[in-house]
């Protein structure tokens, strides 16, 4: 079945620092891949997304390259700000069910 | 409102207890999904509507778990019998699309945070 692993939290890390965020897949065919960010006691909201091998998604500074050959969807952003602190999920959709991770926790001091 | 909203935001209930968790979803929207999220996981599946149609309920863990879209707008989760292992927030998420394309967004609301005592 199909799965996402991302990397373990929290990532703490100072305002300003480079951030990424780990996510791997396991899929057969090509799945559209996700990530969402969950801040606290709101919903998931759609961060960025990539459709295709070597699209890359991007908003709000943040980018994730889909990567077929190595099935990775990494979480990318260069100058992190403390309003960024809040969950991040990686997920894949093949067909219409969304296979969630597990999320990461990303706490930004200032 | 603008965005998908879910009613209770917090629910306390006893063992044995039924309840009921209403979502609202985006105006227009023809694809609803409910998920449950356990404490430190991502979301999982339960159960996809297009517009008041349950095309897929493979996610739901028991049959004490029911779910209806009777008008294809509002949607309300029933879990009877409540037991404390059902204790997790609940999601519920709307999409445009009417195809069940892979690669449309879905929305969101805040969730209904159940508690089995």
């Known amino acids: 079945g199909n799965s996402v692993t991302q990397m373990e939290g929290p990532v703490t890390l100072s305002e300003e620092a480079f951030l990424t965020i780990n996510c791997t897949y396991t899929a057969t065919g090509y799945p559209s891949l996700f990530w969402y960010v969950q801040y606290p006691g709101e919903g998931l909201q759609l961060l960025l997304k990539a459709t295709k091998a070597d699209d890359k998604g991007s908003n709000k500074g943040f980018e994730a390259t889909y990567r077929k050959e190595t099935t990775s969807f990494h979480l990318e952003k260069g100058s992190v700000q403390v309003s960024d602190s809040a969950v991040y999920f990686c997920a894949l959709t093949k067909g219409y069910i969304p296979t969630f991770g597990r999320g990461t926790s990303l706490i930004v001091h200032p | 409102g603008a965005g998908v909203s879910q009613s209770p935001r917090y629910k306390v209930a006893k063992r044995g207890q039924d309840v009921a968790l209403r979502c609202d979803p985006i105006?227009?929207?023809?694809?609803l999904f409910w998920y449950q999220q356990a404490l430190g996981q991502g979301p999982e599946f339960l159960t996809y509507f297009q517009n008041e149609a349950q095309l897929d309920k493979s996610g739901l863990p028991s049959d004490r778990f029911f779910a209806e879209r009777p008008e294809g707008s509002v949607s309300t989760l029933k879990i009877q019998r409540t037991q404390q292992e059902d204790s997790a927030v609940y999601l519920c998420?709307?999409?445009?699309?009417?195809?069940?394309?892979?690669?449309?967004?879905?929305?969101f609301g805040p969730g209904t945070r159940l508690t089995v005592l």
């Open positions: 105006s227009g929207h023809v694809s």
């Open positions: 998420a709307s999409s445009l699309d009417r195809g069940g394309r892979d690669y449309n967004e879905q929305f």
